[in-house]
């Protein structure tokens, strides 16, 4: 594995769980799915039906996220984009997680699959707009000037995750697939494992529980994204 130099990394909800921000999925009843009904509150038909709730739980995430700070886990992701690099190689770094704390801990190219929460975007006129502040149905889309369309700009069940195309081209480029933190529940990013084995990729999985696909991966490093993803990065590109 140490020789792989074109690496795709998929990330979950676990890496950024030492940050304090929940996952959707705990084994111990506690995620964030076991306390709010997802159909109520991450689909389209949720916010048409009842958006002030939606816009609420939102809000509430978005607080969260403003006051979490990333982790050793994100750190050494970055370190591993700017060691690959200087050896001609590279780092895909897809994320399916809505935060920013790749970004913040220095990762330079994150793909964001399932969108980012400090984005709005306008139901109206699709324009994206960076938005740190809590959401409201009045809120006004600064490019279209029209109300009632502005909702977080997240990927909700049903809908198109993002950037499908490119991660595709990614996958089929890169010698080495690693998922970080994810339970393997959720499609399309659950299949890449799937589509990686059948390009000639090699798997492995890092996570605190083994995933749903967990049979699909070549190796398992169960642990803390806190000490198996600085460990594992060491071992790639250490020394
Ligand atoms: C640690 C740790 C530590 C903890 N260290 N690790 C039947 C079959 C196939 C598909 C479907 C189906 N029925 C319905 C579908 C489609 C649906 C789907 O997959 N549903 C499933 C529930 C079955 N998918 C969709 O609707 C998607 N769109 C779609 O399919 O469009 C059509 C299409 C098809 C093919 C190609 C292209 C398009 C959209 C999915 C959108 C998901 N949205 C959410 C919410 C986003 C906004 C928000 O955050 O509110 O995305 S749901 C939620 O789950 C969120 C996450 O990104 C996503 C995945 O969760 P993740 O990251 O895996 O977290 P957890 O909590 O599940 O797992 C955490 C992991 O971390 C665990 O393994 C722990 O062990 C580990 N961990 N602590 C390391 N310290």
């Known amino acids: 594995m140490s020789a792989s130099r074109k690496v795709f990394v998929l990330t979950g ?15 111990g009843g506690q995620g964030i799915w076991a306390r709010f009904d997802p159909m109520k509150l991450a ?9 002030e709730s ?8 978005r607080r969260n996220l403003l006051s979490a700070r990333p982790n050793v886990a994100h750190f050494a992701l970055a370190r591993l984009e700017s060691a690959l690099a200087e050896r001609g190689g590279s780092l895909t770094l897809v994320t399916q997680n809505i935060d920013d704390l790749h970004e913040r801990a220095g990762s330079a190219s994150v793909v964001h699959m399932h969108g980012e929460l400090l984005k709005a975007r306008c139901g109206r006129c699709e324009a994206v707009r960076p ?12 490019d ?3 109300a009632g369309g502005l909702r977080p700009h997240v990927v909700w069940f049903g809908e198109m995750p ?12 890169a010698e080495l697939f690693v998922a970080i ?16 084995r059948a390009y000639g990729l090699r798997t492995c999985e890092i996570n605190l529980e083994a995933a749903d696909n967990a049979d699909l991966f070549d190796e398992q490093r169960l642990g803390p994204a ?7 990065v060491e071992e790639l590109v250490g020394g």
């Open 181 to 196: 933190g994810t339970s393997g529940a959720v499609y399309p990013a659950a299949g890449f494992v799937a589509e990686a």
């Open 131 to 142: 938005w740190l502040d809590d959401l409201s149905p009045s809120d006004l889309c600064s």
């Open 226 to 232: 806190s000490a198996t993803v600085p460990a594992w």
């Open 162 to 173: 993002l950037a499908m195309d490119l991660i595709d081209r990614a996958l089929r480029k």
């Open 54 to 61: 939606v816009l609420a739980f939102y809000d509430l995430r």
């Open 43 to 51: 689909t389209p038909e949720a916010f048409a039906r009842d958006p």
């Open 13 to 27: 909800a676990g890496i950024s769980a030492e940050s304090g921000l929940g996952t959707f999925r705990d084994k």
């Open 144 to 146: 279209c000037g029209r």
